[in-house]
């Protein structure tokens, strides 16, 4: 089978690292990839959201399976792109239509269906720039801590907690007024701040049947204790010590069962990856939000747990015949780090050569590439978030200590990681 994985960041890496393990996989393509995917497939220097560009790579190259790894190109429709040709009826595709992907695409969306279907979640209030009066005065008879969140894509950063009421009112000018994330501002939700533990639970469906796949906590603070600005990701753990058992039986029941439900009443065909960001609140989930892919970094601590073939688990996916398969973990425990450039969520070099890459990897550590490109036969810099570390171990401490021990390997200029992460669920080892 021909494969293309579109997108070009670590989750993108991680998929292209496990499927080029499967003997199902002949050729593996990335567009446009990093100089992680290079080594072991081809890089297609091709835009995701280059719909044309990207037909004419699966025509050229055969391809079989078309494996989408970012929001964007979902959001902006891929899936309806190729559906509604013809020719491409017996290509498999990883990911939901521009309907589905509006879990993701439109907050606003997103809490209605959460509501039309009885699933946990905050209470929350919508506005657009013509209602700011009516947002503001509706902000003043809420309490604080608040969340503000623009409706649209911001990267990840379109969320704002405020602690005061000075705070959530600059932030509600910023979002509706100021235009800080531009369309995704539209419109703003004013809603209720969750208290708890957050974490990542991730499914994959067929349109009918799921399998839940191994949940993970990640970091988003640039700063250790959870400070500073929010970032894509500074590191993930799987699994997650404090939601077993009972706790992803309540996640089951309260939110994959009634979502898959709902989408099928909703007539949304939907083959591909459900994120659902949860908070635990005393044993009890509440959904903060839905992504419509894998996350980043989560996916580099949750891939390399999983011991089946993932070539036969997207194929059974897309087949809609995830009912007969029967996936196989490591129970093993996944710390990931992700090194950064330096100034990165705000201003950063790019360029900046890394060494060490190499003495980092063994049999129980892999590097996988984010923000880098080849340039005259180096790798190097090419974006915020540059390299995640994952190691593999039979305790969190165990693999906590591994991953750092190789991230010493390895180093550019302006290098900067998180040092605390796993540190939060040390307390709960035996």
Known sequence: MNIL???????????????????????????????????????????????????????????????????????KGIVNYFRSKKEYDDLII??????????EGSKDFSKSFMNKYGIPTAKAKTFNATQYQEALNYLETQTCPIVLKADGL???????????MDEAKEALKEILIDKKFSDAGNKVLIEQFL???????????????????????DYKRIGENDTGLNTG???????????????????????????IDGLNDEGIDYKGFLFIGLMNDNGNPYVIEYNVRMGDPETQA?????????????????REKLNEFSIKLNPKTAVTVVSVAGGYPESYEKGNEISGITNAEDDATIV??????????????????????????????DAKTQTYSKIKKISWKDMYFRRDIADDLLKYSS
């Open 5 to 75: 994985v579109v997108g070009s960041g670590g989750r993108e890496h991680t998929f292209t690292w496990k499927l080029a393990q499967s003997k199902r996989c002949d050729k593996l393509y990335v567009a446009p990839g990093n100089a992680g995917t290079e080594s072991i497939a081809t890089n297609l220097p091709i835009s995701p959201t280059d719909f044309n560009a990207i037909a004419a790579a699966i025509d050229t190259f055969k391809i079989n399976m078309v494996v989408v790894g970012p929001e964007d190109p979902l959001v």
């Open 94 to 103: 990883i990911g939901p239509d521009q309907t589905g992907a509006q879990l």
């Open 154 to 164: 911001a990267a990840g950063k379109g969320v704002i907690i405020a602690s005061n």
């Open 195 to 217: 208290k708890g533990i957050e974490l990542s639970v991730f499914v994959l469906s067929d349109g009918k049947n799921y399998i839940m796949l191994p949940e993970a906590k």
């Open 233 to 259: 990701g500074m590191g993930a753990v799987s699994p997650v010590p404090f939601a077993q058992g009972a706790f992803l039986k309540k996640v089951e029941d309260q939110v994959i069962k009634p979502t």
């Open 302 to 318: 949750v891939i390399p747990r999983i011991e089946s073939d993932l070539v036969e688990l997207f194929e059974a996916a897309g």
């Open 368 to 397: 996988f590439h984010a923000g880098t490109k080849t340039q005259d036969g180096k790798v190097t810099t090419n974006g915020g978030r540059v390299l995640a570390v994952t190691s593999l171990a039979d305790s969190i401490m």
